[in-house]
T-cell receptor, first 111, second 112 residues
Framework: GNSVTQMEGPVTLSEEAFLTINCTYT??????LFWYVQYPGEGLQLLLK?????DKGSNKGFEATYRKETTSFHLEKGSVQVSDSAVYFC??????????FGAGTILRVKS | GAGVSQSPRYKVAKRGQDVALRCDPI?????LFWYQQALGQGPEFLTY????????KSGLPSDRFFAERPEGSVSTLKIQRTQQEDSAVYLC??????????FGPGTRLLVL
């Protein structure tokens, strides 16, 4: 079956540091890939998405590129802020059906 | 516009009680999904509706879990004879068919 694996956290960074959160997936065919974010006390929000190979999703300074050859969708940001502290979830779906999520990565940014 | 809403936001139940969790999707969204999120884990799929039809219920963990969407809008997830292992956050999401899912704030269920 389909699955998503993301790097374990927590990831602790200083403000303005570079962020990478690794995500790899297993799926048949060509899934759509997503990053969702969960801020403290809030619900899941879509951060960015990519629907086909080599697509780059971007939002709020975050980027991720759909790499079919490595089955990866790593999340990056050039300069993190304290307000980026949250839990980040990588997910996939096929045919617009159910989402399959990774376990989540806690990001803590210190000032 | 209004997002997905869920009620109650918090529910404490004694073991063996029945609970009902409500989801109001975004207006016009045909697809509705329920997920269960255990503490420290990612959400896991429970069931999926397209309009009033329940097209996939493969994620429901036992026959104590039941979901309905009788008029193709509001959905209710019912858990009968709750057990401690049912304690989790229950998330509802809605979407247009095949498009991005938007999540509600969740209902946090604690079974004592």
């Amino acid at each position: 079956g389909n699955s998503v694996t993301q790097m374990e956290g927590p990831v602790t960074l200083s403000e303005e540091a570079f962020l990478t959160i690794n995500c790899t997936y297993t799926a048949t065919g060509y899934p759509s890939l997503f990053w969702y974010v969960q801020y403290p006390g809030e619900g899941l929000q879509l951060l960015l998405k990519a629907t086909k190979a080599d697509d780059k999703g971007s939002n709020k300074g975050f980027e991720a590129t759909y790499r079919k050859e490595t089955t990866s969708f790593h999340l990056e940001k050039g300069s993190v802020q304290v307000s980026d502290s949250a839990v980040y979830f990588c997910a996939l779906t096929q045919y617009g059906n159910k989402l399959v999520f990774g376990a989540g990565t806690i990001l803590r940014v210190k000032s | 516009g209004a997002g997905v809403s869920q009620s109650p936001r918090y529910k404490v139940a004694k073991r063996g009680q029945d609970v009902a969790l409500r989801c109001d999707p975004i207006s016009g969204h045909v697809s509705l999904f329920w997920y269960q999120q255990a503490l420290g884990q990612g959400p896991e799929f429970l069931t999926y509706f397209q309009n009033e039809a329940q097209l996939d219920k493969s994620g429901l963990p036992s026959d104590r879990f039941f979901a309905e969407r009788p008029e193709g809008s509001v959905s209710t997830l019912k858990i009968q004879r709750t057990q401690q292992e049912d304690s989790a956050v229950y998330l509802c999401a809605s979407s247009r068919v095949g498009e991005t899912q938007y999540f509600g704030p969740g209902t946090r269920l604690l079974v004592l």
